[in-house]
């Protein structure tokens, strides 16, 4: 069974703190997407991995960052987190095979900033 | 910018009946997914179905796709209370690195029983 691990299930965090956001897959997967999902939003696509060390931009990319030193692992980075990054953040992996294919969610992680 | 958007936002039905949601997108696509999540969980893949087919089934599921319209459908038949979901439909953007896969807004799905 593939399994996509985020490291906390809820978070609270205060404005100002650098949080980081871990996700562990154990498939040997090329590509780790992170996204939030917020009401009405459905999911916003945050950063993109397709390699170690490689990222690409989702749709919404201020006020984050992304680090991907090993292949199992990509991690997310609220460099300054403000009340706005309230939401529900989603960690997915798949087979890079030259199109889209089936993602693999973690269960996600509820953080709240105040 | 949502590639994909589901329509109903919200639909609710009786157990026993047949549930249909529908999505919508902009752009050329490879593939479309439809994925379902549990109230507060994460995602799970339900279908794909790529750009060349234009039906396929899954058990009590069936999906359709008009890339002509850029739209697609999935149809749950016989619908069970634990069918109670939001259901979210998935196309592939290309990038530099690869295909990202970007999600619509979804639909929320309410079986009473």
């Known amino acids: 069974d593939v399994k996509v691990t985020q490291s906390s299930r809820y978070l609270v965090k205060r404005t100002g703190e650098k949080v980081f956001l871990e996700c562990v897959q154990d498939m040997d997967h090329e590509n780790m997407f992170w996204y939030r999902q917020d009401p009405g939003l459905g999911l916003r696509l945050i950063y993109f991995s397709y390699d170690v060390k490689m990222k690409e931009k989702g749709d919404i990319p201020e006020g984050y960052s992304v680090s991907r030193e090993k292949k199992e692992r990509f991690s997310l980075i609220l460099e300054s987190a403000s009340t706005n990054q309230t939401s529900m953040y989603l960690c997915a992996s798949s087979f890079q095979t030259g199109v889209s294919t089936e993602a693999f969610f973690g269960q996600g992680t509820r953080l709240t900033v105040v | 910018s949502q590639q994909g958007e589901e329509d109903p936002q919200a639909l609710s039905i009786q157990e026993g009946e047949n549930a249909t949601m529908n999505c919508s997108y902009k752009?050329?696509?490879?593939?479309l997914q439809w994925y379902r999540q549990n109230s507060g969980r994460g995602l799970v893949h339900l279908i794909l179905i790529r750009s060349n087919e234009r039906e396929k089934h899954s058990g009590r599921l069936r999906v359709t796709l008009d890339t002509s319209k850029k739209s697609s459908s999935l149809l749950i038949t016989a619908s069970r209370a634990a069918d109670t979901a939001s259901y979210f439909c998935?196309?592939?953007?290309?990038?530099?690195?690869?295909?990202?896969?970007?999600f619509g807004a979804g639909t929320r799905l309410f079986v009473k029983a």
């Open positions: 998935a196309t592939d953007r290309r990038n530099t690195g690869g295909f990202k896969t970007i």
């Open positions: 752009t050329s696509i490879n593939n």
